[in-house]
């Protein structure tokens, strides 16, 4: 007979610790692995990743995927940060996830709903572009050459 094991290790706590200090920012799983190897931690790639999955199916963390270039982040579910509710922004240089909250993008999303019949899901709905930081070094850049 089977039986079906629910291990809670040391590690996968120390995962969901780590991303729920984050206060609501996402992580992806090498900033996770970079994380513990800069405090000394020993934990593999693949042990990472059956963690996060585990957690992810848990509900305890929310997975998000974006362009599949830089793969999947994570984030604490329960941060406070409803994602149901507002829609992602994506720096195409430094990768940053972040979360918008504007009226004009509810407004907009009611305007499909309410003249389109088309209900969008804000967890799946990322613009891509390039954050201040990001563009205030491009712009630097390009001042100096």
Known sequence: MKRSVNYNTKQREAILSYIASLDGTHATAAQILEHFAKAGVSISRPTVYRHL??????????????????????????????CHE???????????????????????QQHFYS?????????????????????????NRIQHL
């Open 53 to 82: 999955e585990k957690l992810t199916e848990k509900g305890k963390i929310r997975r998000y995927t974006t362009d599949g270039i830089s793969g999947a982040c994570y984030q604490y579910s329960d941060s406070g940060a409803e």
């Open 86 to 108: 507002h829609i992602h922004l994506k720096c195409e240089d430094c990768g940053e996830l972040l979360h918008m909250e504007c009226d004009k993008l509810k407004e907009i």
């Open 115 to 139: 003249s389109h019949a088309f209900r969008v899901n804000a967890l799946k709905t990322v613009f891509y572009g390039q954050c201040d930081d990001c563009f205030k070094s491009s712009a």
